[in-house]
């Protein structure tokens, strides 16, 4: 049986091991590239695999997460992630290309079923206990990415390779998954679970219209893990300790902002907090582009309003996603997870070629539309799903 815990301490840290793991291989891509020989655009087909694998594990989130519990499911998956991130970061399962492909697939394979099992983990505890902790269990995968930064900026400038940290961070997160693995049973459903009817259904209207608030978000988030390093390093020029500090004050905003986010919840409107939050990321991003010209110091703005514009995205659009009016929470989970994912993993690394001849900071600038969309309709977008 379960022990008694605090209500977000088993998945905040879910999320921060999660987040700590992956911010290390990303954060230092560019290092990981020079390493293996790859050119951007290479690099680019080679993220991509992580989101094909993304793809090709969400129809099983449901039937395996249903089989084996989301605490199993974590567990397991968070172990392949321990084993996974090192060999893409080291080359060892083939030299290039390949061998930062053929893990990154694997992994976005396990990531898949991870997301939809670590967010029923915090929305069955929130629905259970009748308080908000589905944001500040974000704002833990937030101050991952932030300790993960940090972590790799030191072991950068220490000489440390990507590979060793890995390892060695693998190391200290093996009890977590272990007692995930161990744990017996799951929290109750938060609703009917059909019988039958197919294990993965596909996104209707209600959640296609969550992607269409959140995918700006998603897009730029997603840039900001897989291109800032590039822009900081190699279009500005920084040293692996200023670009890490950078990098560093994203993950502060997006903490920050999670967790205020449950009491921004509730004083907010679903709409009108989308729509700041809108305003907030392409401030950020028109400072982080032209702000250097000025001062670098502006850099640390900059990330800090894009890290806290898109921090609510995935809380406001999960606790959105649970209360799907005719699908169980494990099904709407996986089909929101799926969009919403392909929007973060699938479309920044297709910009490979962009980084390449035009650089990154046209990537930084690219969901910039998209946002501007949402900072103008979006209480119409709400207003459409509350008729659906």
């Not at 290039?96 to 976005?108: K, N, Q, S, T």
């Not at 929470?329 to 089909?335: F, G, H, I, P, R």
Request: charged content about 10%; aromatic content about 10%.
């Amino acid at each position: 049986m379960p022990f008694p815990m605090p209500l977000t301490l088993l998945p905040a840290c879910i999320f921060f091991a999660n987040a700590t793991l992956y911010v290390t291989l990303y954060s230092r891509l560019p290092e990981v590239s020079n390493a293996q020989g790859v050119s951007p655009s290479a690099l680019g087909l080679a993220l991509l695999a992580q989101t094909i694998g993304t793809l090709m594990g969400f129809p099983l989130a449901t039937p395996v997460i249903d089989r084996f519990g989301a605490r199993r499911v974590a567990g397991a998956t968070m172990f392949a992630a321990l084993i996974l991130l090192p060999a893409a970061a080291t080359g060892i399962i083939a030299p290039g290309l390949w061998g930062i492909a053929i893990p990154l697939w694997f992994y976005g394979f396990a990531m898949a079923i991870m997301e939809v099992a670590k967010n029923l983990i915090a929305a069955r505890i929130e629905e259970r206990s009748g308080k908000n902790v589905i944001s500040k269990s974000h704002g833990f995968w937030s101050a991952g990415l932030f300790v993960g930064a940090l972590l790799g900026g030191w072991a950068a400038g220490n000489g440390m390779t990507t590979g060793e940290e890995l390892l060695w961070l693998g190391a200290a997160f093996l009890p977590l998954a272990l007692l995930l693995l161990a744990r017996a049973g799951d929290p109750e459903p938060m609703g009917p679970a059909p019988d039958s009817g197919p294990r993965f259904s596909k996104p209707d209207a209600f959640v296609v219209a969550l992607l269409i608030l959140v995918a700006g978000f998603s897009i730029t988030e997603g840039v900001i893990y897989d291109w800032s390093m590039f822009y900081l390093r190699e279009e500005l020029a920084l040293d692996a300790t200023f670009a890490a500090k950078t990098y560093a004050a994203f993950t502060i905003g997006m903490f920050v902002a999670r967790m205020v986010g449950d009491d921004l919840r509730k004083r907010l409107s679903t709409d009108r907090l989308i729509r700041l939050m809108a305003v907030v990321v392409l401030l950020g991003i028109a400072i982080t582009v032209f702000g250097p010209e000025f001062s670098l110091g502006l850099l640390y703005v900059g990330f800090v309003l894009i890290g806290s514009g898109v921090a609510l995205a995935a809380p406001v659009a999960t606790s959105l996603a649970m209360r799907h009016p005719t699908r169980s929470a494990t099904k709407t989970m996986a089909s929101y997870s799926l969009i919403s994912l392909l929007a973060l993993f699938a479309v920044p690394p297709l910009m490979g070629t962009v980084v390449e001849t035009h650089g990154a900071v046209w990537a930084i600038l690219s969901a910039s539309p998209l946002l501007a969309f949402v900072a103008l309709f979006a209480p119409r977008v709400v207003a459409r799903m509350r008729d659906t």
